[in-house]
Structure formats: C-alpha cells, structure tokens
C-alpha cells in the first residue's frame, strides 16, 4: 500500500494565489522529508530538505521565502508557493526517506501546479 | 560531487523487443545506485537498486540493470518490452552517507505495438 500520500494532485489557480502542497507519511515517522520540482521533460531536482520541529534546508538558488516548508509533526511536511506566478508551474514531489539504506526513497504521487 | 548522465532522451521500440537504458555516473565516493520509473502525472517506483554484492541486479516487472565500475555505468535493460513499459525511466544515485538522491535527466521509452 502507499507509504507517501501527497494532495493536492492537481492545482490550477490565478497568479498571485498561494499554495499549499501536504506531504504525509502514512506509516513511519518522518523526521525528513524531501521536496522535489520538476519541470516538463526535465528530471527531478531537489529544492529542500525539512525538519520536523526545525527550518527546512534549502538547495543553493531556491528562493527561502518563496518556498515555505513546514513539518510540524512526524508526519506532516507542507510546501506553500507563495505569490505564484506562471514561471512557478511544475510538478511538485515529495519523498520520504527511510534513514535505511537497503529502504529507498518512497515517493508522493506528485502535485501538478498550474499558474494562469 | 555526483553527477547522473542519461545519453539517450528517447527510446523508441516496438513490443517484445529487447531495450537498453543507458546510465553513467560520476563520483569520487562509493554511491548507491538506482532505477526509478514515471508513470505520466504520477511519483516516481523504485525499479531496482545496487547496494552492493552482485553487480548483476534484478528488479521489478523483468528489469534488471548490471553495475560497471570500470565503466561507471549502471545500465538498465529488459528482454521483452510491453505496451504498459512506456513510461520515463530516471537512473539516480547517493552518497553512503546522505539520503538524497541525484537523478538523471530521465529516459522516455516508448514501446510501439
């Protein structure tokens, strides 16, 4: 059964809206868990790492305020794009890493944000 | 650092017909390495990984990927392709002491019937 339960998996709003994206861990405690943009026909790149109960690390180039992360519980992590804009548009994911090396990543299903 | 290099953006293939993925990585440490697949609007599946022992790995859905370190390839490959592989194939790899990945800028396979 799934292990990373990411909603919305769709969003389309207005320019200027914020968005929240929630990323829960169905199974396990996460004290991390990764978010991931990717753009179309391009990979995944990392944007931030959070930290239950601490700030979130940022990736070199991802704009902080931008980019709110929140992970106030052991199974919650949050991403707010705020003040989106057209250039914000892609396909968010989180993932869950497992602190286990032979448990891989476990993967949302992704959220796809589009900014008219 | 690691860097994930994908050669071929494309994989076009009819059905039944065997395909290659190809992957190479650099790095200066030992890594693990992986083979994600993308489902359209979907996460990402773990196909198959190397930890480390058999450079020969299977994976799901009749994948299996073969570990060069001489090469430092990681490429994937399936015998017999089906409709329902058509997807986008990402190959990644970690450091042993970090949980995060770097991925590859994806393959998309296409299988024609």
């Known amino acids: 059964g799934a292990v990373v339960s990411q909603h919305p998996s769709w969003v389309i709003c207005k320019s200027g809206t914020s968005v929240k994206i929630e990323c829960r861990s169905l199974d396990f405690q996460a004290t991390t868990m990764f978010w991931y943009r990717q753009f179309p026909k391009q990979s995944l790149m990392l944007m931030a790492t959070s930290n239950e109960g601490s700030k979130a690390t940022y990736e070199q180039g991802v704009e902080k305020d931008k980019f709110l992360i929140n992970h106030a519980s052991l199974t919650l992590s949050t991403l707010t794009v705020t003040s989106a804009h057209p250039e914000d548009s892609s396909f968010y994911i989180c993932?869950?890493?497992?602190?286990?090396?032979?448990?891989?990543?476990?993967f949302g299903d992704g959220t796809r944000l589009s900014i008219l | 650092a690691q860097s994930v290099t994908q050669l071929d953006s494309q994989v076009p293939v009819f059905e039944e017909a065997p395909v290659e993925l190809r992957c190479n990585y650099s790095s200066s440490v030992s890594v693990y390495l992986f083979w994600y697949v993308q489902y359209p609007n979907q996460g990402l599946q773990l196909l198959l990984k190397?930890?480390?022992?058999?450079?020969l790995v299977k994976g799901i859905n009749g994948f299996e990927a073969e570990f060069n370190k001489s090469q430092t390839s990681f490429h994937l490959r399936k015998p017999s392709v089906h409709i329902s592989d058509t997807a986008e194939y990402f190959c990644a790899v970690q450091r042993r002491d970090t949980d995060k990945l770097i991925f590859g800028t994806g393959t998309r396979l296409q299988v024609f019937p």
């Open positions: 993932s869950l890493p497992r602190g286990v090396v032979d448990q891989p990543q476990h």
């Open positions: 190397y930890l480390s022992g058999s450079t």
